[in-house]
């Protein structure tokens, strides 16, 4: 239990044009879920938290108007880069917030997205 | 603000070998601490979770302890093996639950 998926796992593109990234918990809902990235040989680093039905709250220095996330039901999260450029090139891991069985709570995480932008 | 910080940032070993890996964090308001494993160009893969009441959690070779007054938390491996190369984190949750906060990381080289 408690799997999140990601799609797609890689993705090349051209600067200037814009790559959706979905998140998506395939056996629990999740009113929150979280965008991270990481960039080579660093940690992870928050971007965003999006709670389903509103708005995402972004970390300081994240560009809320070029890291779009749409948070549209309790099982899809979408994180849309626009217009991305080279230093874009990361790699984005979501999770998935859940009180799995009235539990403790945890964040569960997807496999990542590599992307690149040449 | 909270900070976590890993130490070593490196290290390798022979096989067999016991071993700790440390973590520690500027905040003692923490919800839960995780440590994960991440293989070079892949996801995260939850280890072990200790919740802040708790002091160690064990799974396997592994176990993690965790002092919350002191801002401390290790990760001991017993007898290690190849497949445990890997980058280690430590991450903590803080208490409301809306922020995990990683370390750099341990990477971890275990030859045989």
């Known amino acids: 239990g408690a799997v999140v998926s990601q799609h797609p796992s890689r993705v090349i593109c051209k600067s200037g044009t814009s790559v959706k990234i979905e998140c998506r918990s395939l056996?629990?809902?999740?009113?929150?879920m979280f965008w991270y990235r990481q960039f080579p040989k660093q940690s992870l680093m928050l971007m965003a938290t999006?709670?389903?039905?509103?708005?995402?709250?972004?970390e300081q220095g994240v560009e809320k108007d070029k890291f779009l996330i749409n948070h549209a039901s309790l099982t899809l999260s979408t994180l849309t880069v626009t217009s991305a450029h080279p230093e874009d090139s990361s790699f984005y891991i979501c999770?998935?917030?859940?009180?799995?069985?009235?539990?403790?709570?945890?964040?569960?995480f997807g496999p990542g997205t590599r992307l690149t932008v040449t | 603000k909270q900070e976590v910080t890993q130490i070593p940032a490196a290290l390798s070993v022979p096989e067999g070998e016991n071993l700790v890996l440390n973590c520690s964090f500027t905040?003692?308001?923490?919800?839960?601490l995780q440590w994960f494993r991440q293989d070079p160009g892949k996801g995260l893969t939850s280890l072990l979770l200790i919740q802040s009441s708790q002091r160690e959690q064990t799974s396997g070779r592994l176990n993690a302890s965790l002092d919350k007054s002191s801002g401390r938390s290790t990760l001991y491996i017993a007898a290690s093996q190849p497949g445990d190369s890997a980058t280690y984190l430590c991450?903590?949750?803080?208490?409301?639950?809306?922020?995990?906060?990683f370390g750099k990381g341990t990477t971890l080289s275990v030859s045989s």
């Open positions: 991450a903590v949750l803080n208490q409301a639950g809306t922020a995990l906060i």
């Open positions: 905040d003692s308001a923490i919800y839960n």
């Open positions: 999770s998935a917030g859940s009180h799995r069985g009235g539990a403790s709570y945890e964040q569960y």
């Open positions: 056996d629990f809902q999740a009113t929150t």
């Open positions: 999006s709670n389903e039905g509103s708005k995402a709250t972004y």
